[in-house]
């Protein structure tokens, strides 16, 4: 075999090996927002994730306002209230407006069962007009976190304002 043969022979072990590593993500679910459009029933957002270990489980949306509050419903007063993520209500009737989507098998893309891919979840338009219904002046968001099974959270990812 020739210098140059065992050369390229050397350059695709390399790069065969190099490709593998690619799929070895940390155990850790990571997120990364991609798009957001409108669908026929409401709006449709797309974000790419990865997993290490395979065991995505769940995606949540939290509706927040332009200067970072999350949105809130009372359904003893029926009405809708803003807040920080992190505020304490005393009645249990102020719940935080989250839409949570089970995630369906996704098969892994390597042997050590990492996993990646884009998802697109869809938001009817009932629940984008109570967002847009309770605060039509402030430009609006969704914070949207992933998890697994583990416990494991994804760092969460913004859209883009919508009115």
């Not at 991609?34 to 409401?42: A, F, H, I, L, V």
């Amino acid at each position: 075999m020739s210098k140059l043969h065992q050369f390229l022979f050397l350059l695709a072990i390399i790069t065969i090996g190099c490709n593998r590593q690619e799929d070895n993500f940390p155990p850790v679910p990571y997120l990364e927002y991609r798009s957001m459009q409108p669908t026929e029933n409401g709006i449709g957002i797309t974000v790419y994730f990865q997993d290490g270990d395979g065991d995505i489980d769940t995606i949540t949306y939290l509706p927040c306002v332009s200067d970072g509050r999350a949105i809130f419903q009372d359904t003893a007063a029926k009405k809708v209230i803003l807040a920080s993520e992190d505020t304490v209500f005393a009645s249990d009737d102020i719940i935080k407006i989250i839409y949570d989507y089970g995630i369906k098998k996704i098969d892994p893309v390597s042997q050590n069962g990492s996993m990646k891919g884009t998802i697109t979840l869809s938001l009817d338009s009932a629940n984008i007009q109570l967002v847009l219904w309770a605060f039509p002046q402030e430009k609006k968001y969704f914070k949207i976190t992933l998890y697994d099974r583990a416990g494991n959270s994804s760092n969460s990812v913004i859209t883009p304002y919508f009115n």
